[in-house]
């Protein structure tokens, strides 16, 4: 089953996944990641914060970029 690791960035700080998960493919993995992002950014939502950004950089274990998942809100 193929490693992957999910590479945190939010609002300009960046947590590198040192561990990663065995998911089934490179599609579960950017599913999981989508997921991940909308559930940080709901959590900063609950924060009342004026702007947040969240980014998911998802790669496998060999480093190989997967996808980026970019999530932005703006509240006004």
Do not use: W
């Not at 960046?14 to 991940?36: F, K, P, S, Y």
């Amino acid at each position: 089953m193929p490693h992957f690791h999910f590479d945190v960035c939010t609002n300009g700080v960046i947590v590198e996944d040192e561990d990663g998960l065995d998911l089934l493919n490179a599609a579960t993995a950017r599913l999981e990641a989508v997921r991940a992002a909308a559930e940080m950014m709901k959590d900063r939502c609950a924060d009342m914060a004026e702007r947040a950004e969240v980014s998911i950089a998802v790669r496998t274990q060999s480093l190989e970029p997967v996808c980026t998942v970019q999530v932005a809100l703006r509240i006004r």
